[in-house]
T-cell receptor, first 112, second 115 residues
């Protein structure tokens, strides 16, 4: 069965420091991975997806199939990055196209 | 486009009552997913529907839970005879198609409290 693990429930850094939110997955097929973010009092929204290979708000994430990881990184954290971050895996096969499996989430707090 | 709408935002029910949660997808979206978030846990998939069809309900509890997405109107997640363990945040998401090419857009969620 597919699974997504975010080992850190809470992560605190100071403004300007690098930040890395960890995500590991298990999936028998070819995974499609995402990072979603939920800012305070806002709805869950897509931050980035691995197939796009893009950088959003300074964040990047590289899929490492050997280590089955998809860690989210930002070289210089900002206070406005404080939010809940979810790593998610999409089931791309069978009748469950689009079904997402989420990790438990990591609350990132960036201190001034 | 107002985005995915869910109502009510907060719902309080006594044990044994029924809870009805509504989700109106974004305009032009015909695919709806429901997820549940229990306290201290991540979102867990419940059911995937297209208009008038349940495609995948593998995440739905076997009893008391049902979902529908009629031709007209919102998708409804119905919980009969609620118990304390049903207290959670319920999120729906919509997409234009149910393939991996399309992003899911999430609603603000309905927070159900069972007293």
């Amino acid at each position: 069965a597919q699974r997504v693990t975010q080992p850190e429930k809470l992560l605190s850094v100071f403004k300007g420091a690098p930040v890395e939110l960890k995500c590991n997955y298990s999936y028998s097929g070819s995974p499609e991975l995402f990072w979603y973010v939920q800012y305070s009092r806002q709805r869950l929204q897509l931050l980035l997806r691995h197939i796009s290979r893009e950088s959003i708000k300074g964040f990047t994430a590289d899929l490492n199939k050997g280590e089955t990881s998809f860690h989210l990184k930002k070289p210089f954290a900002q206070e406005e990055d404080s939010a809940m971050y979810y790593c998610a895996l999409k089931n791309a096969g069978g009748t469950s196209y689009g079904k997402l499996t989420f990790g438990q989430g990591t609350i990132l707090t960036v201190h001034p | 486009n107002a985005g995915v709408m869910q109502n009510p935002r907060h719902l309080v029910r006594r044990r044994g009552q029924e809870a009805r949660l509504r989700c109106s997808p974004m305009k032009g979206h015909s695919h709806v997913y429901w997820y549940r978030q229990l306290p201290e846990e991540g979102l867990k998939f419940m059911v995937y529907l297209q208009k008038e069809n349940i495609i995948d309900e593998s995440g739905m509890p076997k009893e008391r839970f049902s979902a529908e997405f009629p031709k007209e109107g919102p998708s409804i997640l119905r919980i009969q005879q609620v118990v304390r363990g049903d207290s959670a945040a319920y999120f729906c998401a919509s997409s234009p198609k149910g393939t991996s090419s399309y992003e899911q857009y999430f609603g603000p969620g309905t927070r159900l409290t069972v007293t």
